[in-house]
């Protein structure tokens, strides 16, 4: 069974950085593209980085990029978040998920239950 | 990187059919047949339901169906259930940027 599982959220003051990780089983990590998505308590899904299976290729949203950065380790099973410079608008649940294929499809085919980032002084 | 466009939301009675659109652009779904759909409901992660347009996981109710016209992607609900009261989101890769985009969710609600 795939299971995946977010922590290292919490409340963080602006400007503060914050790492999420993301643990993988159940499945070859090391054969897929993994994707954070976030999403702010009532709100909608918002794509926030992806990583293609060996890490050679990582793309962020406007929203994050220069801010945050993306990492795997396939043989820790670990996907992770390095958040840098938060904001208050960064406040969100934020989910780990696999994609289908090892390149990127858009296909979300597993989540993690979520973790929640809340940026305030 | 612009939130592909769904309805707020949509309603209907048992046992009839709904249907959700959500437009994107030649840049997302126009462009590839990558388009999936999510499932959600309040505080739970998000299910995959729909991937490559139109395929179903294994799992899913065949209730389910979904396809693509243009820039366009539509999901359907056929023999609408109480438990089918849902947000549903939709996703289209981007090729340009090789990443995701979803759109801004719908709310379904079975009267």
């Known amino acids: 069974e795939v299971q995946l599982q977010e922590s290292g959220g919490g409340l963080v003051q602006p400007g503060r950085s914050l790492r999420l990780s993301c643990a993988a089983s159940?499945?070859?990590?090391?054969?897929?593209?993994m994707h954070w998505v976030r999403q702010v308590p009532g709100k909608g899904l918002e794509w926030v980085s992806t990583i293609t299976w060996a890490g050679g290729f990582i793309a962020y949203a406007d929203s994050v990029r220069g801010r945050f950065a993306t990492s795997r380790d396939n043989a820790k099973k670990y996907l992770y978040l390095q958040m840098n410079d938060l904001r208050p608008d960064d406040t969100a649940f934020y989910y780990c998920?696999?994609?289908?294929?090892?390149?990127?499809?858009?296909?979300?085919?597993?989540w993690g239950p979520g973790t929640l980032v809340s940026v305030s002084s | 990187q612009s939130a592909l466009t769904q309805p707020a939301s949509v309603s209907g009675s048992p046992g009839q059919s709904i249907t959700i659109s959500c437009a994107g652009t030649s840049d997302d779904i126009g462009s590839h047949d990558l388009v999936s759909w999510y499932q959600q409901y309040p505080g739970k992660a998000p299910k995959l339901i729909i991937f490559?347009?139109?395929q179903r996981p294994s799992g899913v109710s065949v209730r389910f169906s979904a396809s693509k016209s243009g820039n366009t992607a539509s999901l359907s609900i056929s023999g609408l259930q109480a438990e089918d009261e849902a947000d549903y989101y939709c996703c289209s890769y981007v090729g340009s940027t090789t990443s995701v985009v979803f759109g801004g969710g719908t709310k379904v609600t079975v009267l």
């Open positions: 159940g499945f070859t990590v090391g054969a897929y593209a």
């Open positions: 490559e347009v139109s």
């Open positions: 998920a696999k994609d289908s294929l090892h390149s990127v499809s858009g296909a979300l085919d597993s």
